[in-house]
């Protein structure tokens, strides 16, 4: 009986080829179609005990790599979307709000929350302002605390675009900013 490792190896040599063309017609960058194949082998290495006729291991293969690239084509698409949800920042959106006049710290703050989404500014302000839990906002504006969690990570990421390391620092840990937000 042949050791695993040998098995494994005469595996690779024989199908790495067609499985990377295989890859390669359904991703668009070499690098992503070598990572995939890097990882088909590294499940097929984990699983190589339980893999009884290792003379027809392709379609196994095809399998693994079909759905690594269904899981990577997913996470691209939810990229993409999240980057359409934040281009509302650009263009008119952006330059039909006044800018900051004197450059103050507090007046980059209040721009910068202004630019911010009605629903995450609110959230944001009653979890900085107001000190409230996730789970009170949730159970305060009716939603779940993952929605909460959810919208406060994407104000903050907002909040990235448009001040300094030392400004957001400011606003979230200090809170000094957000003494009179009510205003806003």
């Given at each position: 009986m042949q050791r695993p490792e040998s098995d494994f190896e005469a595996i690779f040599r024989e199908t790495k080829?067609?499985?990377y063309g295989y890859i390669r017609k359904f991703v668009e960058s070499d690098a992503d179609a070598k990572d995939i194949l890097q990882q088909c082998y590294i499940r097929l290495w984990m699983k190589m005990?339980?893999?009884k006729d290792t003379g027809n291991i392709l379609p196994l293969l095809y399998t693994y790599s079909r759905n690594m690239i269904i899981d990577a084509t997913r996470k691209r698409a939810?990229?993409?979307k999240k980057m359409r949800e934040y281009t509302y920042l650009s263009g008119d959106?952006?330059?039909s709000?006044?800018?900051p006049e004197d450059g103050t710290a507090w007046e980059k703050l209040k721009h910068a929350l202004l630019l911010i989404p009605e629903k995450k500014r609110m959230i944001f302000l009653l979890r900085r302002e107001k000190g409230l839990s996730t789970s009170e906002i949730a159970a305060q504006l009716n939603i779940t605390p993952r929605a909460v969690r959810k919208?406060?990570?994407e104000a903050v990421l907002l909040l990235r675009m448009h001040l300094s390391s030392a400004e957001l620092f400011?606003?979230?840990v200090l809170g000094a900013a957000v003494q009179?937000?009510?205003t806003l």
């Open positions: 080829e067609f499985l005990e339980d893999v939810a990229e993409k959106a952006v330059d709000l006044p800018a919208h406060l990570e400011t606003l979230i009179d937000i009510s």
